[in-house]
């Protein structure tokens, strides 16, 4: 496919979708979610609220990309962060929300960035605000119940996990883990994204793409009281391009080798 028309296709897929190709949410509810308390729900949506009013789509686009780190590897399952990667969707048309990927490989998979692979078997949490005419019976019934008002007018957040398979998309509701990590995600990226700066307007090149410094903040995000660690601060590590994180902690873990290194010698050469 040429250059050009795998751009516009790309574009249309970004504009007209509530996703990358990915379709509307099927059904996903908050309290369908074990072991959530409802009060973490509306912390939630305040959340999502205070992201919403600071209009992050205003600047930023698909393909920019970004690296996070909470807390430490061994507090998720796995020992591995969940979703260490994230983009800001709808800016340049379609819904305004954010996906979080396990990768950035996967996010530049599913944004049409990435020349060599195609998007299969990719799995993703998305959060997009939606109209309350087009919510889903059983989301409006929960906002409802719950008295969500999250200062955002008629729209409100819808959080869900995709899966993007050869055979189809598929869709489920996040864990209590994945939203308790979606949480800090959104806490965070709230402070820091408005301290983000363009780069020089020479170096936009031929695509014309909006293009930020390199950008690395780590703030603490404290955790809402409807929480096992409630009022526990939790370290939040974002970057952009999101390899600026990992790139550091290699030079860290390599700098620390080598000072451990030259410790030995030196007692060596002294005994």
């Not at 970004?66 to 983009?87: E, N, V």
């Not at 957040?157 to 050869?166: K, W």
Request: aromatic share 10%; proline share 6%; charged share 25%.
């Amino acid at each position: 496919m040429d250059l050009h028309l795998k751009e516009l296709f790309t574009r249309f897929q970004e504009q007209f979708s509530s996703g990358p190709s990915l379709g509307p949410t099927s059904g996903t509810c908050l309290l369908k979610v074990d072991g959530i308390p409802t009060a973490f729900i509306k912390s939630l949506f305040r959340a999502a609220a205070a992201l919403y009013r600071t209009e992050p789509w205003k600047r930023l686009r698909p393909h920019h990309l970004f690296g996070l780190r909470i807390g430490k590897d061994f507090d998720w399952s796995g020992k591995k962060q969940p979703f260490p990667c994230a983009q800001f969707i709808g800016g340049d048309g379609g819904d305004l929300g954010f996906h979080m990927f396990k990768s950035d490989l996967d996010a530049q998979k599913m944004t049409g960035l990435s020349e060599t692979s195609a998007a299969s078997d990719v799995e993703l949490l998305r959060v997009v605000f939606i109209h309350e005419s087009l919510l889903l019976p059983s989301t409006k019934r929960m906002i409802r119940s719950l008295s969500l008002d999250v200062e955002t007018g008629d729209k409100f957040p819808i959080i869900d996990v995709a899966r993007r398979t050869s055979t189809g998309n598929r869709f489920r509701n996040p864990t209590a883990e994945e939203l308790r990590y979606v949480f800090a995600f959104m806490k965070a990226i709230t402070i820091v994204h408005p301290f983000l700066q363009f780069a020089d307007s020479g170096k936009l090149g031929k695509r014309r793409l909006m293009k930020f410094e390199s950008f690395i903040e780590t703030v603490d995000v404290q955790w809402p009281p409807e929480l096992p660690r409630a009022g526990e601060l939790v370290a939040v590590t974002i970057s952009h391009p999101p390899v600026q994180i990992f790139q550091e902690k290699k030079l860290n873990s390599e700098n620390s080798i080598q000072a451990a290194k030259s410790m030995e010698q030196e007692e060596e050469e002294i005994s």
